[in-house]
């Protein structure tokens, strides 16, 4: 066997062996029965239809879709002007600032958590929703401050110095030059933010509780009362806005230099 044909295979095992748990989940969302089977017993599309019309279910739907939205507008928001003024800039301190900002994304979760709870406790705001779309927001602010900010490394300065002696202004520069130039890093880091802010738990669950229940937090709390074919059905959906995003992402943005390719293709 030749090694390119080694090569294939072994990159076909990986890619059934990381389709598997979604396929078993898939097969366990469509049972027509009230139980975890796979193969499934029967097929039906019933707790799609329950996931949808279950006011709890469709509750969680609903706030993890706001805070998931919320949140990635609080990351980008602060992101966008941090990132900015280090790259226009140059300020002595700038890796610090820069490490400052990705810190909260390197510490464990349960610490941001930690200290998210304790503020909110202090402030006599607990368990409210926007908790957990700061929270969510600034934990993960780091996925826009690197995207927008490897954007803002490939744009050509020359471009800024010109505009400067035509006589644009710090504001003209940023809205017509810069802006449309990183506008994809800024979609591209919405978009990390969005999909992970849907599936994370701990900090959600640590400073709201459950009187804001998340698809995450209201996955854990079913399992109390027995496990139903709808949390498959959830999982499917988070998959499929997941696909959503990133294959949009994938389209339209420049995927090839966020990964880390630099030079031109030839």
């Known amino acids: 066997m030749t090694g390119r044909a080694l090569g294939t295979l072994y990159l076909a095992v990986v890619a059934a062996f990381l389709a598997a748990p979604i396929a078993v989940v898939l097969g366990v969302s469509l049972n027509a029965e009230r139980r975890?089977?796979?193969?499934?017993?029967?097929?039906?599309?019933?707790?799609?239809?329950?996931?949808?019309?279950?006011?709890?279910?469709?509750?969680?739907i609903e706030y993890s879709l706001l805070i998931a939205a919320l949140a990635g507008l609080v990351s980008?928001?602060?992101?966008?002007?941090?990132?900015?003024v280090l790259w226009r800039h140059r300020l002595i301190y700038a890796k610090v600032l820069f490490a400052l900002g990705i810190a909260p994304f390197m510490l464990p979760?349960?610490?941001?958590?930690?200290?998210?709870?304790?503020?909110?406790?202090?402030?006599?705001?607990?368990?409210?929703?926007?908790?957990?779309i700061i929270a969510h927001g600034m934990f993960l602010m780091t996925l826009p401050l690197m995207?927008?900010?490897?954007?803002?490394?490939?744009?050509?300065?020359?471009?800024?110095?010109?505009?400067?002696?035509?006589?644009?202004?710090?504001?003209?520069?940023?809205?017509?030059?810069?802006?449309?130039?990183?506008?994809?890093?800024?979609?591209?880091?919405?978009?990390?933010?969005?999909v992970l802010s849907l599936n994370e738990y701990i900090i959600a669950y640590m400073v709201a509780g459950f009187t804001v229940e998340t698809l995450p937090i209201k996955i854990f709390n079913s399992l109390?009362?027995?496990?139903?074919?709808?949390?498959?059905?959830?999982?499917?959906?988070?998959?499929?806005?997941?696909?959503?995003?990133?294959g949009l992402f994938g389209r339209y943005g420049n995927l090839p230099r966020l990964l880390g390719r630099w030079s031109p293709e030839r």
């Open 224 to 246: 109390r009362y027995g496990y139903t074919p709808i949390m498959a059905s959830v999982a499917v959906l988070f998959v499929l806005i997941a696909v959503a995003v990133f």
């Open 109 to 132: 979760p349960v610490i941001t958590a930690l200290g998210f709870m304790t503020f909110w406790a202090s402030v006599d705001n607990y368990g409210q929703i926007e908790n957990v």
């Open 76 to 84: 980008v928001s602060v992101a966008l002007p941090l990132a900015y």
């Open 147 to 194: 995207t927008i900010s490897l954007g803002l490394e490939s744009t050509d300065r020359a471009m800024v110095e010109a505009a400067q002696t035509m006589g644009a202004s710090e504001g003209t520069i940023f809205r017509t030059i810069i802006l449309p130039l990183i506008r994809p890093y800024i979609i591209s880091g919405y978009a990390f933010v969005f």
């Open 36 to 60: 975890l089977f796979f193969p499934p017993d029967g097929l039906s599309l019933r707790w799609y239809g329950e996931m949808v019309l279950d006011a709890g279910w469709r509750g969680s």
